[in-house]
């Protein structure tokens, strides 16, 4: 795909808390005009991949500068085709059954859930599963027709921003490792915050760039990589979520489950053990609990 310069756009205040009070802190190794969107699949191994980062000095959020543009993004995640993701259903499920606890605690009780960025519909099938009623909404073509012919989901096409919902209507939104990929992130906050009906709760998960595992691995940390265009602390998502109008009700460090097959198929130099038909069907059905803690769960209330 050629790329123009309306694909990025140079932003001059924080997408976060709008100050003007911005600073570049480092210096990306993505090309800007060779750019192959291959590179942006959920299971993508470019990891230490970033674009040009600038940092709020007010409320601390980092963020690709320039941005990719809405309608970039857009046709990018559209075209994206990403079976290894569909392969490791059962651990997300493990991922995400502790979400579903924690929104019936707060919530006392269960309703309707919207999913944003709802891929294949993996949380979506296991939130049905245990008595919510579903929607969503998803970018990917193929996501989105994988989880008809699979879960028999019917999840809605396109962007989160421009699909037409019911207003003050859900329970629950949720946006699980969405809020992080798209240009406008306050944009998508408000919305969600439109269609909750009142004390309805928003869960988001995002990477934390000032987790223990991101100071460790500094600029090798898995979360930069090319779909990464926000990198939010604790400090500046709490920041967007109260000027959205939002009560937060619980913080936790989010815990990721996946097979030994996936991950050891993240590292070149160990993709000779899943050759072995034996050892590959093995290790697939091994699950390892990443207690990394290096992306943030929260949950946040709609108040008036
Ligand atoms: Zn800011």
Redo the contacts with the bound molecule.
């Keep these: 795909m050629k790329k123009t310069t309306s694909d990025f756009f140079i932003r001059t205040e924080?997408?976060?808390?709008?100050?003007s009070h911005?600073k570049q802190v480092k210096k990306g190794n993505i090309p800007y005009y060779d750019f192959d969107p291959d590179q942006i699949k959920i299971t993508d191994k470019e990891y230490g991949k970033i674009w040009d980062l600038s940092q709020?000095?007010?409320?601390?959020?980092v963020f690709a500068n320039p941005c990719p543009s809405p309608d970039y993004i857009q046709s990018l995640y559209s075209q994206i085709k990403d079976p290894s993701y569909e392969e490791e259903a059962e651990g997300r499920e493990k991922n995400f059954l502790p979400i579903l606890w924690n929104l019936i605690e707060i919530l006392s009780g269960k309703g309707e859930i919207f999913d944003v960025g709802a891929a294949t519909g993996i949380f979506l099938n296991l939130a049905r599963k245990y008595g919510w009623t579903p929607a969503g909404v998803e970018t990917s073509n193929w996501a989105v027709d994988t989880a008809a012919e699979k879960y028999h989901l019917r999840i809605n096409k396109g962007a989160f921003e421009s699909v037409e919902l019911k207003k003050n209507h859900y329970q629950v939104v949720t946006m699980i490792d969405f809020i992080e990929h798209i240009p406008h992130p306050q944009k998508a906050v408000h919305k969600a915050r439109r269609i909750l009906r009142q004390d309805g709760v928003l869960c988001l998960v995002t990477p934390n760039q000032k987790s223990l595992a991101a100071k460790i691995s500094g600029s090798k940390w898995w979360h930069f990589r090319p779909a990464h265009i926000h990198y939010f602390n604790k400090s500046?998502l709490q920041?967007l979520l109260k000027d959205s109008g939002f009560q937060i009700k619980k913080i936790r460090n989010y815990c990721w489950t996946f097979s030994a097959h996936y991950l050891i198929s993240r590292f070149e130099s160990l993709s000779f053990l899943l050759k072995n038909h034996f050892l590959s069907s093995f290790f697939k059905k091994i699950p390892i609990k990443l207690a990394l803690g290096d992306s943030i769960e929260i949950y946040a209330q709609k108040k008036e």
């Design positions: 924080c997408p976060v808390c709008l100050s911005i709020c000095e007010d409320c601390t959020h500046s920041t």
